[in-house]
Each structure stands twice: as structure tokens, then as C-alpha cells.
């Protein structure tokens, strides 16, 4: 089911127009970011606001259909955050320079380990936020 322009809107709003999951800002990227179903439909995940968040296009298309992934310290097989029943600053910092994401739990580190957050594209346009005084966290 596509989703409504509208809920779209307000999906933006809530994610303060950032990917949910690496916090890049929407108005910086070239491409538009997409809304990510958190719980696949495939797997029942409804197009409803809490189960839906922005997503950069890199994000979503590593999170594909998953909702676990393993987290690199411990070889468990964890679920994926989810950005509306979890807050981003308890399971992700970043580093001194804010240009690599560091996991602060298992669910932290499964998701930056699945979606690929710290890819290196993606890290040079960090440096370069940084660098316009773009601030990448709340
Ligand atoms: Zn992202």
C-alpha cells in the first residue's frame, strides 16, 4: 500500500526531515529520502506513523526486508532499532568528530552493522556537515 501524501508529511515532521537511523539531513542529500516500513509489510508491518520513519535511500535499501540483524560484538542475532518504540540517543553517539556512528547497545551496533551507516561516501559528507557547521545530532 503506498502511502498517503499526507501521512508522508508528517512522517518528515516527526523525523525532523533526518534518516531515522543515521541522522542524515534530508536537505542536504541529493536524493529524497523514502518512508521505511520499520516492520516490513511483508512481514504484516502496517502503513501507519508508528510503523513508519524516514529513510535515506542508502538506509532502506540495506534494510531491505530485515528486522534483525547480528551485532558484530556478540554473533547474536538482534532486532533492527526501531525508531518509533526506541530513542536514537540511547543506542547510537558519535565519535569525537561526529563523522563515524558508534552502537551504544546491541541493537545499536546490529543496525549500523546492517545498514552500512558508517559507509564511506557517507562519512566524507559528514566531514563536509561538519565542516559547514551542520549540526547531525538532536
Ligand atoms: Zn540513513
Redesign the pocket.
Known amino acids: 500500500m503506498a502511502v498517503p501524501k499526507s501521512l508522508r508529511a508528517t512522517v518528515r515532521e516527526l523525523d525532523n526531515h533526518r534518516?531515522a537511523?543515521?541522522q542524515?539531513p534530508e536537505i542536504l542529500a541529493v536524493t529524497p529520502f523514502e518512508i521505511d516500513h520499520i516492520v516490513p509489510q511483508k512481514a504484516g508491518g502496517k502503513t501507519e506513523l508508528d510503523n513508519l520513519c524516514l529513510?535515506?535511500p542508502?538506509?532502506n535499501r540495506h534494510k531491505y526486508a530485515r528486522q534483525t540483524a547480528v551485532d558484530p560484538q556478540t554473533n547474536h542475532q538482534i532486532a533492527l532499532f526501531h525508531p518509533r518504540q526506541q530513542a536514537w540517543a540511547d543506542h547510537f553517539v558519535w565519535n569525537e568528530q561526529h563523522t563515524h556512528l558508534i552502537g551504544l547497545t546491541p541493537a545499536g551496533r546490529a543496525t549500523i552493522s546492517a545498514l552500512n551507516?558508517n559507509r564511506p561516501r557517507l562519512i566524507h559528507l559528514r566531514q563536509l556537515w561538519v565542516k559547514l557547521g551542520y549540526v547531525l545530532s538532536e
Open positions: 534518516c537511523y543515521c542524515s529513510a535515506s542508502e538506509c551507516m
